[in-house]
């Protein structure tokens, strides 16, 4: 897919008062610090269209783009766990989960991860409640750059390791880097396909 536009629409902290219409939507989500601000940018071939980490401001809320006048990609904030009082439960922030739960636009999910990094208890839980809601995600490796080539090899496959302890099958995966614009066309063609599938399953209905 080729990005003919990418524009800011909305920003919000619930999820009553996103953008309502029907077009199709994409969530990136991943923790603070992953690169996810760096990799819609670079996805979008803009400088500046997703806020990096190193720019103030930057606040708990839900955040559009309209990609290609077609499709909104979803700028979410970095999750973390909010304490149940009374519970040692831990569960994700309630807009996020809100979100999730409720946004009936959302195609699929992107989890973002540091490619250097062992798997995170919050990330595997992450997808783990994704599964468990029906949500589907695909993994976004970043910053590969950081690694040569053999180590982004064993690093995948150990993180897909883990997740076959509890997955019975794998989730899609990107190995992207926003420094080196590694990964942009296989996202962005993966999204372009998964338009045109339920394209042609509104045609068929
Ligand atoms: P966010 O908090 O997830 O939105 O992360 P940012 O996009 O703001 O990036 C966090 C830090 O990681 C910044 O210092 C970025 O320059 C750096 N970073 C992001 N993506 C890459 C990448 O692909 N390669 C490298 N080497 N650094 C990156």
New binding site residues.
């Given amino acids: 897919m080729k990005i003919k536009s990418a524009e800011f629409k909305v920003s919000n902290s619930e999820v009553a008062k996103c953008p309502n219409n029907d077009l199709s939507e994409y969530a990136f989500i ?13 996805l979008t071939d803009k400088k500046s269209l ?5 720019r103030p401001g ?1 606040t708990q809320l839900i955040n559009h783009f309209l990609i290609n006048e077609s499709w909104y990609l979803v700028d979410l904030p ?1 999750y973390g766990y909010a304490r149940v009082s009374k519970s040692s439960k831990r569960k994700f922030q309630a807009f996020i989960t809100d979100y999730f739960e409720k946004r009936q636009q959302l195609v699929s999910a992107f989890v ?1 991860v540091d490619i250097r990094h062992k798997p995170q208890p919050i990330d595997l839980e992450f997808m783990q409640y994704l599964g468990e809601s029906g949500i589907p995600f695909s993994i976004i490796f ?5 690694l040569k080539p053999k180590a982004i090899e064993n690093h995948v496959k150990d993180y897909c390791d883990v997740l076959l302890n509890t997955w019975e099958e794998l989730p899609h995966y990107f190995v ?5 614009k ?1 990964g942009q066309d296989a996202v962005l063609d993966f999204i372009e396909a998964t338009n045109d599938e339920i394209d042609t399953l509104k045609q068929q209905s």
């Fill in positions: 991943g923790r603070s610090n992953v690169g996810k601000s760096s990799l819609i940018n670079m997703a806020k990096t980490s190193g930057k970095g973002l970043t910053k590969a750059d950081k992207t880097s926003s420094s080196k590694i």
